[in-house]
């Protein structure tokens, strides 16, 4: 099979995945997401692979990232293999409506208030408890978290925010024992899993210097990581479920386009190679 990659560059994780083809006998071709096309009719400058893995979506207007979904969405019912599915992606970026999906599925995530003006961040400031982490909308790995205490900084922090016209997304902040989990589920399965521990920070983030360990999930761990993919209709995902006060978890995100860098260092599992086993099977 021919197999497009798309990215912004020839970063490890695309490096992996090409490797993982040529391993399983296939080709993987990275394409720079920017450089998509379409024309009319019947066809896009991606139509000639037999299937589509997404592993970035490179940052652009309103404009080129719903052309870059709607191309998505155009091979998918074409009978292309896209993965993960367009609105599985369109969901998992946006930390309210996958906050939503989850909601609706009956599954724990903090309380959580979504806004658009300073107020009623202020306001919600004081409903969840004067201890929050605001998280960019479309964002990941803990870049442009901040936890917020102070009520001063938390009033120049959202009147910022207001002016650059982004949605203000506050949330409870959980205190944790210092770590959380990583679930990466494949195909209604969990692949492997890990642990990660925060340095120093409360965000356990390996991109913010968390540390790693391979884990074998427990029941619940395992049923919320596989229910938490369903809820957003992912094929394949890293779930990160967070301890709560008094027992049970919180699930933090679902992440559709999910790194496995750590991952595999920290469980000798090659993902990639699974990845690319269940996509062409």
């Known amino acids: 099979m021919r197999i497009a990659i798309l990215s912004h560059g020839t970063g490890w994780h695309v490096r992996d995945l090409m490797r993982a083809a040529a391993l ?9 997401f920017r450089r998509v096309s379409a024309s009319l009719p019947h066809a896009t400058s991606l139509s000639g692979y ?15 990232v719903v052309f870059r979904m709607d191309v998505l969405h155009r091979l998918e019912a074409a009978g292309t293999r896209v993965l993960n599915p367009p609105r599985s992606l369109e969901i ?3 930390k309210y409506l996958a906050s939503a999906r989850l909601e609706a599925a009956g599954l724990p995530s903090p309380p959580t208030i979504v806004c658009q003006d300073a107020e009623t961040a202020m306001a919600g400031f004081q409903q969840l408890g004067g201890d929050v982490v605001v998280k960019p909308l479309f964002g990941s790995e803990g870049r442009g978290m901040i936890r917020i205490s102070d009520v001063e900084i ?20 959980v205190h944790h024992p210092g770590w959380d989990v990583r679930a990466f589920v494949l195909e ?9 521990h925060a340095d120093d920070d409360w965000r356990t983030n ?25 809820a957003v209709g992912t094929r394949v995902a890293g779930i990160d479920l967070l301890p709560r006060p008094g ?7 679902v992440n559709a386009v999910p790194g496995w860098r750590a991952l595999t260092a920290a469980t000798g599992v090659d993902v990639a190679a699974a990845i690319l086993r269940e996509l062409c099977a």
């Open 50 to 64: 037999d299937a589509v893995i997404v592993r970035t979506m490179p940052p652009g207007s309103l404009e080129q």
């Open 154 to 173: 938390a009033w120049r922090t959202f009147r910022t925010l207001e002016r650059l016209q982004t949605v203000l997304y506050l949330q409870q902040f």
């Open 92 to 94: 998992c970026v946006d």
């Open 24 to 32: 399983l006998g296939h080709i993987g071709e990275p394409v720079d």
């Open 206 to 230: 390996v991109a913010q210097g968390g540390w790693t360990e391979p884990v074998l999930l427990t029941d619940e761990e395992e049923r919320l990581a596989l229910r938490a993919a369903e």
């Open 188 to 196: 209604g399965k969990i692949l492997t899993a890990m642990r990660r």
């Open 247 to 253: 027992g049970g978890y919180y699930v933090i995100e």
